[in-house]
């Protein structure tokens, strides 16, 4: 078993380089994620940006051409530095950029030409990652969105894809928990009040906010340098991408997976196979 786990099993589909400058920086969450979109039920659809502000749309039966591209732009048509992108869990054509101006902005896929319907001036530095909550429930937290920046913060919205206010303040901001850049943050997809944040220098934070809004529940230092944080679908296991080519494996507590609280355990712990 273990001599399976260490090999190297070749991916099922390869995504070769479309676009010979911009960098392509983030997709749907999840990959895998199945809506309905142009009348066809259970189509398989993957939603690309890159650092050009180009919003690609794809089908996984024809990777050669983008369905389709649009330029995504501000108000003031003025092309956007995409960073990061989240999709609303309740409408999944809406969502949400972390861009280079400092700013997030919220658009539509099939709005107007690719114009952004919004936009808060969210940090101080550029906005690196951003993710809205998708934990099911009878309550709707999808407005929730966490965003990170360089300027090491990491800050809490409601945004509402049919409002139109841009001086907006956040929820709550966890300011300097990080000492370096924040490259990621994660909700987790089964407990509403967990997510995770992660910085340059390999530090991994692990917040429960209905234990603590001010400081994380748990911290840990994974690696040099964190590239990418991905739950899995139960929430029991947290993988950590470092830029060594490294995914690290994490069991989860079970009281950050179910809302009842424990103490004086260990949150994160190396999976073991």
């Given amino acids: 078993m273990s ?20 960098t392509v920086i983030q997709r749907t969450h999840p990959a895998n994620h199945v809506h ?11 939603i690309t940006v890159s650092t050009d502000g180009r919003l690609c749309s794809w089908s996984v039966d024809n990777l050669q051409q ?13 092309q956007i530095t995409a960073l990061s992108m989240s999709f609303f869990h309740s409408n999944i054509n809406s969502f949400v950029i972390g861009s280079e ?7 539509d896929r099939h709005g107007n030409k690719g114009e952004m319907t919004r936009s808060i001036d969210a940090h101080d530095m550029p906005v690196t990652a951003v993710d809205l909550h998708h934990a099911p429930g009878s309550v709707d937290f999808s407005p929730l969105c966490l965003s990170g920046s360089l300027d090491f913060n990491v800050k809490l919205w409601h945004l ?5 206010t841009n001086n907006l303040q956040p929820l709550l901001s966890f300011e300097r928990k990080h000492k370096l850049y924040i490259v990621d943050i994660q909700w987790s997809p089964v407990h509403p009040a967990v997510f995770v944040s992660a910085s340059t220098d390999g530090v991994l934070n692990l917040w429960n906010l209905n234990t603590n809004t001010e400081q994380p529940i748990a911290t840990i230092t ?29 069991d989860v507590h079970e009281s950050c997976i179910m809302c009842a609280q424990m103490s004086g355990t260990t949150l994160l712990t190396p999976y073991q196979s």
């Avoid at 001599?3 to 911009?22: D, Q, R, V, W, Y």
């Avoid at 309905?36 to 993957?46: K, M, S, V």
């Avoid at 509402?160 to 139109?164: H, I, R």
Wanted: with cysteine; net charge positive.
């Fill in 222 to 250: 994974v690696s040099n340098s964190i590239t990418k944080l991905l739950w899995s679908k139960n929430g029991q296991q947290l993988s950590v991408a470092d830029n060594n080519g490294r995914v690290f494996l994490y």
């Fill in 36 to 46: 309905e979109d142009g009348g066809l039920q259970n189509a398989h659809d993957l």
């Fill in 66 to 78: 983008p369905i389709e591209s649009i330029q995504l732009m501000c108000k003031s048509k003025r």
């Fill in 160 to 164: 509402k894809v049919d409002s139109s």
């Fill in 3 to 22: 001599g399976i786990l260490a090999s190297k099993t070749p991916p099922e589909i390869t995504f070769h380089c479309f676009f010979p400058n911009p």
């Fill in 101 to 107: 101006e400092k700013a997030l902005y919220v658009g």
